[in-house]
């Protein structure tokens, strides 16, 4: 099984909601990853988890929070959040975060803000 | 620091032409690169991976890629092109200071005519 999974694939909510992202890997890969892609743009990185532990926040604003359950689960907590942050939010995983290994991709949520 | 650069923004083929994507990358040291392809809405696929070796690699959907380490580039290839190949392309170099960050190319975008 090569697959990461996302849910939910869309997702409205208002600047006052709370709501969360979902990500699931059963590769057995020790880092996670989540990202945030604009369209027309490359992805830019947010927070990278290995072995569970949060090892990457790339500056990324407290109305984002991540959270790593167990080594196969991966969520973005979302309060209180801007018209801007509407963007397609991209969860990825790979063997290990140490070295170089291929990043594989789940399908996204498209998040819009109102 | 890594960085990769892609210099076309948008291509237009037309279909069963030849297709050749450019991508230049920064890297100090024994880059690690990937060609990843998105459809509309959708995650990002690997396409091909250079690590070391045969400075051709050969990917999926036809795909290949070549490494130049003269020319610092990895340009993506396909001798064909077929109308379900119109989507963004990303290139990325893989292992940052803190290990497997992905710096990611501001992608080309192809569009196929029949």
């Known amino acids: 099984d090569t697959e990461v999974t996302q849910t939910p694939k869309h997702l409205v909510m208002g600047m006052t909601n709370k709501k969360s992202l979902k990500c699931e890997q059963h590769?057995?890969?020790?880092?996670m990853y989540w990202y945030k892609q604009k369209a027309k743009k490359p992805p830019e990185l947010m927070f990278v988890?290995?072995?569970?532990?949060?090892?990457i926040n790339e500056s990324v604003p407290s109305r984002f929070s991540p959270e790593c359950p167990n080594s196969s689960l991966l969520n973005l907590h979302l309060h209180a959040l801007q018209p801007e942050d509407s963007a397609l939010y991209l969860c990825?995983?790979?063997?290990?975060?140490?070295?170089?290994?291929?990043?594989?991709f789940g399908p996204g949520t498209r998040l819009t803000v109102l | 620091a890594q960085s990769v650069t892609q210099p076309d923004i948008h291509i237009t083929v037309s279909e069963g032409a030849s297709l050749e994507l450019r991508c230049n990358y920064s890297?100090?040291?024994?880059?690690?690169l990937f060609w990843y392809v998105q459809s509309p809405g959708q995650g990002l696929q690997l396409l091909l991976k250079?690590?070391?070796?045969?400075?051709l690699v050969q990917g999926i959907k036809g795909f290949e890629a070549e490494f130049k380490r003269s020319q610092s580039s990895f340009n993506l290839r396909k001798p064909s092109v077929h109308w379900s190949d119109a989507a963004e392309y990303f290139c990325?170099?893989?292992?940052?200071?803190?290990?497997?960050?992905?710096?990611f190319g501001t992608g080309t975008s192809l569009t196929v005519i029949p």
């Open positions: 990825a995983s790979s063997q290990e975060l140490a070295g170089v290994y291929e990043q594989f």
């Open positions: 590769m057995g890969h020790r880092a």
């Open positions: 988890y290995s072995y569970e532990k949060l090892s």
């Open positions: 890297y100090g040291a024994t880059p690690y």
């Open positions: 250079y690590f070391s070796g045969d400075t």
């Open positions: 990325a170099v893989g292992g940052g200071r803190t290990g497997n960050q992905f710096y």
